[in-house]
């Protein structure tokens, strides 16, 4: 599977951005697709998550009402909305593919990666 993110940049305070995955590869439909992101000098952090089904898992406290997850069942792009943002959202934010079809529990149960987009949020 080849995941691939784009969109992230910088953004002041207050702004927006919308990240994008695109996975591709054989059954890539058929797993759980997640965003993790990780904040400088800090461990990566699950941000929410999406099943096969498009249903949507929680977001951390800090991210609910700001941040929004999509997918395009068809094209199998993930699309990471946020709102709203923080200087503590600065980050690499990486899109991964589970290896179940609902959202897993541990970042551990992501098996393929992209190589991340870089967010910084800073007036």
């Known amino acids: 599977l080849n995941v691939v993110e784009s969109g992230g940049g910088l953004v002041q305070p207050g702004g927006s951005l919308t990240l994008s995955c695109a996975a591709s590869?054989?059954?890539?439909?058929?797993?759980?697709i997640g965003w993790v992101r990780q904040a400088p000098w800090k461990e990566r952090e699950g941000v929410s998550c999406?099943?096969?089904?498009?249903?949507?898992?929680h977001f951390p406290t800090s991210m609910k009402g700001r941040f929004t997850i999509s997918r395009d069942m068809v094209n199998n792009r993930i699309y990471l909305q946020m709102n709203s943002l923080k200087p503590e959202d600065t980050g690499v934010y990486y899109c991964?593919?589970?290896?179940?079809?609902?959202?897993?529990?541990?970042?551990?149960?992501?098996?393929?990666w992209g190589q991340g987009t870089q967010v910084t949020v800073s007036s």
């Open positions: 991964a593919v589970s290896r179940y079809t609902v959202c897993p529990s541990s970042l551990d149960e992501y098996d393929y």
């Open positions: 590869g054989t059954g890539v439909d058929f797993y759980a």
């Open positions: 999406i099943d096969n089904k498009g249903g949507g898992s």
